[in-house]
């Protein structure tokens, strides 16, 4: 079993930034395939961003592109997403996610932190 505790959201104003956090407990990240989701009120889960087991960065959504970085620490498990500027549009509760690396199915999933970006 996999614990994933997200942290780092808050309220900021557009063109800002913030660095989300997700804390792994349990097992070792280093095995998992990572991602970034996110769901606005009203709106379908949307994927972020997702990086394999070693680091290379496999998918942005065209929406975050040049804005959004994910990136991980294996030897912190710790997986990170660091937005700049912010827009109002990408207001939702964000979620982190992991995946066995031998398939693409997310079993873990954290409860989310909320984040929202003021015009």
């Known amino acids: 079993q996999v614990q994933l505790v997200e942290s780092g959201g808050g309220l900021v104003q557009a063109g800002g930034s913030l660095r989300l956090s997700c804390a792994a407990s349990g097992r070792t990240l280093s095995s998992f395939g990572m991602g970034w989701f996110r769901q606005a009120p009203g709106k379908e889960r949307e994927r972020v961003a997702q990086?394999?087991?070693?680091?290379?960065?496999?998918y942005y959504a065209d929406s975050v592109k040049g804005r959004f970085t994910i990136s991980r620490d294996n030897a912190k498990n710790i997986l990170y997403l660091q937005m700049n500027s912010l827009k109002p549009e990408d207001t939702a509760v964000y979620y982190c996610?992991?995946?066995?690396?031998?398939?693409?199915?997310?079993?873990?999933w954290g409860q989310g932190t909320q984040v929202t970006v003021s015009s």
């Open positions: 996610a992991a995946h066995p690396s031998n398939d693409d199915i997310y079993d873990y």
């Open positions: 990086i394999t087991w070693s680091g290379a960065v496999t």
